[in-house]
Each structure stands twice: as C-alpha cells, then as structure tokens.
C-alpha cells in the first residue's frame, strides 16, 4: 500500500512514520507544510493525484486552542477548508482518508462516557472547525475519523514536558483538577490507525489510551514516575484562570470516551495512559 501522511512534523505525524518504518512499509510520502500547504487546492490536487496514495493519514490541523479564539479565520481555513481540499483529493484518486478529530466537539457536560453517537457540541472555535472537518471527511465513504483527546509524543511539545521542565524550578505547581480525560500516546495511536488503514471498517472511532484522570492526577502521576518532589496544588479551571490571569477558550470538563465500539469492531484498546506515560518517560531519557 502507498500511504501519505500530513503534518508529519507533529507529534502523530512523526509517529506514523515510525511506525511504517517498523512495519516495513517504505511507500509514503510524509509532508508538512512547506511541501504542501492543505489550504491551497491546486497544491493539493496536484500532489495527491500525482503520487495516487492508497491512504491518506490527515494530521495537519490547527491545534492552538486559545490563539483560535483571537484567528477564527485562520483556523477554519486550516481545520475546514485544508480538510475539504485533502477529501476532494482523497475522492479523486480513491484513497481511503484517516482523519484527527478531538474530545472538543462534546460540551463534556455529559455524566458518564461519550459514545460515536452522542450529540455534539463543540463550545470552542478549535472544536467547531474539527466537527466541520469530520463532516467534510464523511463526504469519502473510505473514512476512518478517530477522536483523540490530550495528545503526547516524543516530536513536540505536552503535558508531561511541561510539567517535567516545570520540576525543575517549582516546588508546587496549580494543575485543573475538574478536567477529566485520557492521555493518549502517539505511539499507541500510530500502531492503530496503520492497522485500522488496513481494514474497511470505516467510521467514527474514539480512540485514547484506557482509563482516566484529571490534569492534576495525570501531573502527580508524572513526577511520582519520575521521582520529582514537586507537588501538585489542586485547583478549579475558574480558580486556575484566576491565578494565572489567563483568558482561555472553552474546554469540556468531561472528556471521557466510551471505547467499545474501537473493541466491537475487532481493533485492540490502547494501554492504560499510566503505561503509556511509563514508556514515553523512558524515551525522553533515552533523547537527552
């Protein structure tokens, strides 16, 4: 198979090129934004039709959450009208398309875990723009969507550095404590959409690494792991935004995601987060 990968210098798309690699797989093309722009359409066309992928994974997006607010033009022409210009490549040449949708299309009022089916309700510029991306994409029937929530990988920034540096110099650090959610590993999640790119059990897919925390739970677990003595002062998103002054976009305070449908459809559950932080942990000692 001949895949390509968009945004290959994220987190995910550094990712799937590994695990390709891994896998023996050496046909693809992996772009980032100098080698083709996702909102200019000729560009677009021009390469998918001219290298006719197989499968196309779209990790290009604008993730800047708060700076979405302030460019709403901006990020719905990257998260919109980019992902309208991949689906009508994609159409053309008959690639099965893998699109990065997110936790932020739920208002996370929820009580309980949400399900593919559920309502959405996106509260945030970033949020909307991804739920009109995952329209668009449903436009090529060979559509996986797989919503992920609290991303982190070795080839950018997160959590878990953040907290990490912040260790360094901070005895106590404020973390949200009403944000629930599952940190997903890129690792993990390349594993499985290179196997999902390999079925055609097309559809919408939550996909995180199992269990839960909140933020605050998730920073403690990363310096208990990690044998810093930093401690973790628990706060409200309300009483965070207080402290530090910020003005921030809206973010779900239930970001719990049902995964039965990933296991009913036959795909394996990711490990737990606490797992994932494990490894991920030791590969960043391994980069130093």
Sequence with gaps: MRYLITGVKGQLGY????ELDKRGETDYLALDVEDMDITDKKKVNGII???KPDVIF???AWTAVDKAEEKEDLCEKVNVLGTKNITDASLEVGAKLIYLSTDYVFDGTK???YTEEDKVNP????GKTKYLGE???RRNKKHFIARISW??????NNFIKTMLKLSENHNIVNVVDDQIGSPTYTVDLAKILVDMAQTEKYGTYHVTNENYCSWAEFAEYIFRSNNKTTEVNKVTTEEYLELTGTKQAYRPRNSKLSKD??????FDRLPSWQDATDRFCKELVKKR
């Design 111 to 113: 009580d309980g875990l």
């Design 261 to 266: 449908k990933l296991e009913n459809a036959g």
């Design 58 to 60: 779209h990790c290009a």
């Design 123 to 126: 509260k945030s510029v970033y």
């Design 151 to 156: 991303v982190f990988g070795i080839n950018g």
């Design 49 to 51: 039709t001219q290298y």
């Design 135 to 137: 329209e668009e994409v």
């Design 15 to 18: 990712d799937l090129t590994r």
